[in-house]
């Protein structure tokens, strides 16, 4: 699975900021989809992931790292067979190089532990400064 993360930039605090993860050759509604970041001279952490779609059910179920929740939100652009993460209120914080994953065998996403992905993306960088 060949992930492709995109949309990251330069942004002034309190901005706005679009990422896409597609995948060129796969359908990503069938894959769980995690968000992990990486900021200079730190340990990389989960953001925000989604499970693979329960389509008999029609619900997506995400979630949140405590740092990023109530400002970021994770959906499926299904259009676009993309996964996107809509990040609003930007703080300088939030600057580093953003990745998108998956654990391929997974049903469900992992924001702990990066370790079992087997799918990554390159990054792309966010930076929040005035």
């Known amino acids: 699975v060949q992930l492709q993360a995109s949309g990251g930039g330069l942004v002034q605090p309190g901005g706005f900021l679009r990422l896409s993860c597609t995948a060129p050759?796969?359908?990503?509604?069938?894959?769980?989809i995690n968000w992990f970041r990486q900021a200079p001279g730190k340990e990389r952490e989960g953001v925000a992931c989604?499970?693979?779609?329960?389509?008999?059910?029609?619900?997506?179920?995400?979630h949140y790292s405590d740092s990023v929740k109530g400002r970021f939100t994770i959906y499926r652009n299904n259009p676009h067979n993309s996964v996107d993460l809509q990040m609003r209120s930007l703080k300088p914080e939030d600057t580093a190089v953003h990745y998108c994953?998956?654990?391929?065998?997974?049903?469900?996403?992992?924001?702990?532990?990066?370790?079992?992905?087997?799918?990554w993306g390159k990054g792309t960088l966010v930076t929040v400064s005035s």
């Open positions: 994953a998956t654990d391929s065998s997974a049903w469900t996403c992992d924001l702990e532990h990066s370790g079992g992905m087997d799918y």
């Open positions: 050759e796969f359908t990503l509604d069938s894959f769980a």
């Open positions: 989604i499970d693979r779609s329960d389509r008999s059910r029609r619900r997506n179920t995400t």
